[in-house]
Nanobody, 124 residues
Framework: QLQLVESGGGLVQPGGSLRLSCAASGGSLRGLAVGWFRQVRGKEREGLSCISWKDETLYTDAAKGRVSISRDVAKNTVYLQINSLKPEDTAVYYC??????????????????WGQGTRVTVSI
């Protein structure tokens, strides 16, 4: 069974950058759409980006301009680069795979195989 593990989170100062990783095991991410989301405690999970099965990318307004999603097929990993981090980016970041392989959306209900998340804290 496909399992995803996020990593790369941590404490970063405002204006800094992070690259989050979503590593898969038990199966291949090839041919699957992968999305990144974040969640602040007490709030709904927010979609950020999706990379489609053919590596087309999609970003929500919350992510445009500061976020970049990419895939390394050889490492079976999808990355999320976040630049110019702000305190309001503080959240737990999750990756997941689209239920419908040919689709690529930023709606959490469309996803499965959620990882455990990686915490990002932006603070001085």
């Amino acid at each position: 069974q496909l399992q995803l593990v996020e990593s790369g989170g941590g404490l970063v100062q405002p204006g800094g950058s992070l690259r989050l990783s979503c590593a898969a095991s038990g199966g291949s991410l090839r041919g699957l759409a992968v999305g990144w989301f974040r969640q602040v405690r007490g709030k709904e999970r927010e979609g950020l980006s999706c990379i489609s099965w053919k590596d087309e990318t999609l970003y929500t307004d919350a992510a445009k301009g500061r976020v970049s999603i990419s895939r390394d097929v050889a490492k079976n990993t999808v990355y999320l680069q976040i630049n110019s981090l702000k305190p309001e980016d503080t959240a737990v970041y999750y990756c997941a795979t689209e239920r419908r392989p040919l689709s690529c959306t930023t709606f959490s209900v469309a996803y499965k195989n959620w990882g455990q998340g990686t915490r990002v804290t932006v603070s001085i």
